[in-house]
């Protein structure tokens, strides 16, 4: 008869209850007043995209490969909310003109990451929405856009 193998201990790992377990940040508030500082400017912009956490606009007018410009749009992630303002690649002076706090918030050229509102940032954000709407609407811009077609 084989020999029995010597059991090895290993050491017992702690179940973590639900109550240690650090809880998730409630992001619907955070999507929620991100895109109501991008519905206040639908008119020129039109939706791109509309479902529950991931909301895009797009300007119509301008086509680039025979499709309508993306502009911005906010899209809830696993651990944050991500703002995109598509007129950061295009105007990449204006990045040197944010705040600290918002610069904190930056992921690469033209993301910006929330997990709980920020009324400080949120009233920036506006503020550059309102001046990348006036570069897409600027006769230079569009007439940039036409000649990388």
Sequence with gaps: ????????????????????????????PVFTAL???????LGYLT??????????????????RKKPLYFAGVRTGKNYVSFHLLYMYYHPAAKKALSPALSKRMQGKACFNFTAVD??????LGRLIGDGLKIYKSEKFQQTIKNMQ
Aim: hydrophobic share 30%; proline share 10%; aromatic share 6%.
């Design 1 to 28: 008869m084989p020999a029995a193998k010597a059991a090895k201990n290993k050491p017992v790992k702690k179940k973590t209850s639900a109550a240690t377990k650090p809880s998730k940040p409630d992001l619907a």
């Design 35 to 41: 895109r109501k500082l991008l519905e206040s400017y």
């Design 47 to 64: 939706v791109q995209t509309d479902k529950p956490g991931n909301y895009h606009l797009e300007a119509p007018s301008i086509l680039h």
């Design 119 to 124: 009324e400080d940032c949120f009233a920036e």
